[in-house]
C-alpha cells in the first residue's frame, strides 16, 4: 500500500468523532443468526476473530458471545474510547486502520466488517484480510438496510426524504457551494438524487471534507475480483429489534452525513429531520414497537492448504 494512502483515509475516520456516545446507543447489533453461518463457514465451533472497523465495539461485543477470541481494529480515538469502556475477558481493541493492522498473519478464522467495508479502500483491505485469515478462514462484509421496517409507509418514506435531503445537501459543499445556493430548498429532480439508492447510499456518492467511500453492492464483485478467495457468496438475514420515535430519528442522527452537515450550518429543518422527527412522534410515541432490519452479508472464503 502506497504510504500516502493512510493519510488519505483520514478524513473518513474522522467523519465519526464527536457522536459515538450516540452511535453506541441506537446503532442495532448484527443478526444474531449470522454467528451460525460464519461458525459452519470456519468450521471452528469457538473462532478467533478480528472485526475490522469496529467502531464503538457494537459489533466486537456481538462477536465475544461465540468466540474464543476477538480483536477489534479501529483508527478513530473517540470509538475506541467507548468500545474500550466495556471491557470483555476476551476481547482486545487496536488502533489501526483496516489496510494496515499489524496483527500477525493468520491469527483468525474470522474477519468481520460490520458497517464499515465501504468506508475502506477495498483492494489493500482484502489483502490485509488474506494475510491474517487461516487457511479455510472466512471474511464477511456486513451492512444494514436502512431504514428499518417498522410497518409504516409513511415513517419509511419520511425516512427516505430526510436521507434524500442529506445527500443533496452533501453533494452541495462536496462540490464547494456556499451562502444562499448551499442551503436553498431541495428538489425531487435534483442532480445528485440520480440513482439513489437506500441499500447502497455510497455508490457514485460525493461526499464533503475529503471523505472516501465505496459502493456496497460492489463489495462481492470486487471480493471475487481480487482472486484471494476461494469461494465468495452474498446472503441476506434478518434482525428484529424495538425502537420508539426517539430512537428511529436519533439512528438518522448517528449518520456521519447528517453531522458533517449539522457541523457545516445545517440545521434539522434545513435537512428535513424535523418533518422526519414529526411523523416519527405521531407513528411511533413513546412506545417500543417491532423493527425488521434487513442485512446483506458477502462471504469469501479462503482456501484450505
Known sequence: MDDAETPALAPTANRFNGFSDLYDQVRPQPPSELARVLIAYCGK???DVIDIGSGTGLSTRWAAKWAGSVTGVDPSPDMRRIAESRP???VRYVEAYAHETGLAPASADVVVAVQALHWMEPAATFVEVRRLLRPGGVFAAVDCDWP???GSAELEQAWTDCRKSLRVCETRLANGW???ALFAPVGDGDPALLGYSGSDAHRDRAL???VKSWSKDSHLSRMNASGLFAWCHELALHQVENGDAARYVDLLRSQGDYQTLRQSGFDDEMLGVSVLEQTASRVLGSR???????YRVRVGVVATD
Open 45 to 47: 465451533e469457538t473462532p
Open 88 to 90: 470483555l475477558a476476551n
Open 148 to 150: 428499518p421496517t417498522t
Open 178 to 180: 456556499t451562502g444562499e
Open 208 to 210: 464533503a471534507m475529503g
Open 288 to 294: 417500543r414497537e417491532t423493527w425488521w432490519l434487513t
